[in-house]
């Protein structure tokens, strides 16, 4: 009878141990989940940005100019303050324009849909003025050319991910109707090389996912349906998502829409 009572007592030692495990776990989830800011942004054909640059100066006001071959601010208008030339190998890239913005004292700049290596000429020709003004708060967003500098840029719609510090993007779903039939790309540094001591460069530049999109249709892609789960990203690093093809302009109809959580 002592031995049925030991073994009675043992097992429900262990049985309330493992409701306590099962119970702190179940807590742990929940309260990740909690912690967890869930996002999803819409980008029509003609409104995905590349660069925010924001004027942190003296003047009341700085106003963004962009050319085919220049990047230029005025502060206040009327006022020449920044120029760099975008045909110079220094500028040539966006990650290479922003970072000489990002240096000024005045000027602060991030990459938004741009990934380091774009060409700087697919940002959109701007005119100087009261609208460009990057002195405000939001700063001033600079949209993809949608006047074909080259021959691709019309085509691409482009969603730019910068977690909150200390988080990682985890990328759910994207959803993206094309002209025509085009290709859904995803850039960034996956989780499983946080701290990789292997010698690669891995950032916004680097190819992760892809996906052949259907001829116009608005068609629901999971992100990372081939590798059978969704793609999680390094903490604080920047992601980018690209949609369109080579052949034909997007139209008013054309979008990229993602949703994705911050861990």
């Known amino acids: 009878m002592k031995m049925i009572n030991k073994l009675f007592a043992v097992c429900l030692l262990i049985s309330f141990s493992l409701g306590n ?3 702190a776990n179940l807590s742990d989830l929940q309260v990740k989940d909690l912690d967890a800011i869930q996002v999803g942004e819409h980008n029509d054909y003609n409104d995905g940005t590349l660069i925010q640059v924001w004027y942190v100066g003296s003047a009341t006001e700085s106003a963004v100019e962009v050319s085919s071959d220049a990047f230029n601010t005025y502060a206040p208008i009327g006022t020449a303050d920044l120029t760099m030339d975008t045909g110079n190998s220094a500028y040539d890239t966006l990650g290479e324009l922003c970072d000489a913005i990002e240096a000024e004292d005045d000027y602060k ?9 774009d060409d700087s000429t697919l940002l959109d020709f701007v005119t100087a003025a009261t609208g460009t003004d990057c002195k405000p708060k939001a700063g001033y967003e600079v949209t993809i050319d949608t006047a074909g500098i080259t021959e691709t840029d019309p085509y691409l719609m482009r969603v730019g991910i910068t977690p ?7 990328l759910k779903q994207c959803r993206v ?3 025509e039939a085009g290709t859904l790309t ?5 989780a499983k090389f946080e701290g990789a001591n292997d010698g690669v460069t891995r950032n916004d530049t680097t190819l992760v996912w892809t996906e052949v999109t259907a001829s116009d249709t608005a068609e629901y892609v999971p992100a990372a349906e081939k590798e059978g789960g969704w793609l999680e990203f390094a903490k604080d690093e920047h992601v980018v998502i690209s949609a369109g093809n080579a052949t034909e302009p997007q139209t008013a109809t054309s979008y990229l829409e993602c949703f994705w959580e911050e861990r």
């Not at 700049?109 to 741009?114: D, E, F, H, M």
């Not at 909150?164 to 985890?170: A, M």
């Open 21 to 23: 495990l099962f119970a």
């Open 164 to 170: 909150n510090s200390g988080r990682r993007v985890i």
């Open 186 to 190: 995803v850039y960034g540094k996956l």
């Open 109 to 117: 700049c991030v990459l938004t849909g741009g990934k380091r290596n």
């Open 177 to 179: 109707q094309n002209d």
